[in-house]
């Protein structure tokens, strides 16, 4: 099995940056095949923020995050990122990674995901 742990939350300023790790342990991510980036604040469903194709580099975001967020991986540490620029109030949440372990019609769902991380709190101020 695999082990998933974010890191790289903060409070920051609106329009400030972050950027989140997601650090893989016990198998690698080569093992999977797409990486989710998810969030989740009080109150609300989990979200799909953005994913990234192992193999490949691959990458697609949730249209509220596209253009300011970037998801990238480094195969040698075996490390995927979350590149968050120009905040928003909006993007306050718990940010989760997960692996995609169901392979049904959705794969933005959070229900097609698995091995979720702890998370990482994002808090931008306004």
């Known amino acids: 099995q695999v082990q998933l742990v974010e890191s790289g939350g903060g409070l920051v300023q609106v329009g400030g940056s972050l950027r989140l790790s997601c650090a893989a342990s016990g198998r690698t991510f080569g093992s999977y095949s797409l990486l989710g980036w998810f969030r989740q604040a009080p109150g609300k469903e989990r979200e799909f923020v953005a994913a990234i194709y192992w193999s490949g580099g691959t990458t697609y975001y949730a249209d509220s995050v596209k253009g300011r967020f970037t998801a990238s991986r480094d195969n040698a540490e075996n490390i995927v990122y979350l590149q968050m620029n120009t905040l928003k109030p909006e993007d306050t949440a718990i940010y989760y990674c997960?692996?995609?372990?169901?392979?049904?019609?959705?794969?933005?769902?959070?229900?097609?995901?698995?091995?979720w991380g702890q998370g990482t709190q994002v808090t931008v101020s306004s």
């Open positions: 997960a692996i995609r372990i169901v392979y049904g019609s959705n794969w933005r769902s959070p229900a097609e995901y698995g091995y």
